[in-house]
């Protein structure tokens, strides 16, 4: 079974700096997905990033952006520019392949509580 | 883009009753959605996954007769607590997809759950 951790309980930033949130995983598999999701106050899950296991190059999203490091099995998640609203809950997610026919469970981790100070 | 609606928000249920939480996609068709737990500051835990026109799939140490599912149609699963407890308090969340999921996974507004 695959297992997510991240190991930064919480972190901060102050407004406008970046800020890098850790995930690693375990897994057998060679191609799987992975992705960031953020979970605001009001609880809504939201999507922030994925990746491909099997693309090279690293995930960007506006001021998002992903460290995939495969053989190290690594996903960090930078947020540059930080502003007030990535203040969250975030959280990484492993989703098995699945064969290309079905659908992959998502595993994660444990989140990180992101505050952002003014 | 994929949305999914939740109901309902929150409820509250005196113990021994039972509540029915729905997960609808609005905008797409899902043969397959997800029913999580999470409490307070932790994270998400997968409880089952919801087969349209079949049984759920329980993830182990899920109650199958305390969480009932069913997804009768392509657009509608549906949780029910039953006989619930105050330990059942928690907040539940749906998800589900467009596609097989590999560009993630739309999650509904979840319900909290307080059983006084």
């Known amino acids: 079974a695959q297992t997510v951790t991240q190991s930064q309980p919480e972190m901060s930033v102050q407004e406008a700096e970046t800020v890098t949130l850790s995930c690693t995983y375990d897994t057998s598999e060679s191609d799987y997905y992975l992705f960031w999701y953020k979970q605001p106050p009001s609880r809504q899950m939201i999507l922030v990033i994925r990746q491909e296991a099997y693309k090279q190059q690293n995930a960007t999203e506006n001021r998002f952006s992903v460290n995939f490091q495969k053989a190290a099995k690594s996903f960090s998640l930078k947020i540059s520019d930080s502003q007030l609203g990535d203040a969250a809950m975030y959280f990484c997610?492993?989703?098995?392949f699945g064969g290309g026919t079905s659908y992959g469970k998502l595993t994660f981790g444990q989140g990180t509580i992101l505050t952002v100070h003014p | 883009g994929a949305v999914v609606s939740q109901h309902p928000s929150w409820v509250i249920c005196k113990s021994g009753t039972s509540v029915k939480i729905e997960c609808r996609s609005l905008d797409f068709q899902a043969t397959t959605m997800f029913w999580y737990r999470q409490f307070p500051k932790q994270s998400l835990m997968l409880m089952a996954t919801?087969?349209?026109?079949?049984?759920?799939?329980?993830e182990q140490g899920v109650e199958k007769d305390k969480f009932l599912i069913n997804h009768a149609s392509l657009t509608l699963s549906t949780l029910t607590v039953t006989s619930a407890h105050p330990e059942d308090s928690s907040f539940y969340i749906c998800s589900a997809a467009q596609g097989l999921g590999v560009y993630g996974y739309t999650f509904g507004s979840g319900t909290r759950l307080t059983v006084v």
């Open positions: 919801s087969n349209e026109g079949s049984k759920a799939t329980y």
């Open positions: 997610a492993y989703r098995t």
